[in-house]
């Protein structure tokens, strides 16, 4: 192979087994959930690159990055908001501390929340692209 292909041959078969294999520095990270949407019976949640937010049948919440320990696990402060039916006067319920924690599983991924109160809700069984199964307070 001449020396001119041979020059451009080795930048794309590289920039190909980043993609391919990891490694590419805008893939995504495995230190992370990955981003996108995961869902299952009474929740759904939405990752993000800044943190994610969460939906529950009744209630809603927020926390930090899902960032991943070597056993694929994560724990993570966030917020957690009563919801209750009919029209609320604002400003409604206040958010209140959370802990959230779980692990990630290939495309599955286990969430449990901590309450400020010390109650514990969960494990969430979730999975990688599913909308999640809401039936929200009436």
Known sequence: MPARLRSRSVPALAALGAACFGGSPGGPDPARVPEG????????LEVGAQGAAVEFDCAHGAMEELELDDRGRFEV?????????????????????????????????????????????????????????????L
């Open 37 to 44: 949407v995961w869902g299952g019976r009474g929740i759904r």
């Open 77 to 137: 402060a966030g917020t957690y908001t009563r919801e209750q039916p009919g029209p609320v006067t604002p400003p409604g319920p206040a958010p209140a501390p959370a802990r959230y924690e779980g692990g990630l599983a290939g495309n599955e991924l286990t969430l449990d929340v901590e309450l400020e109160s010390g109650a514990r809700i969960g494990p969430y069984p979730l999975r990688r692209g599913q909308p999640g199964q809401l039936v929200k307070c």
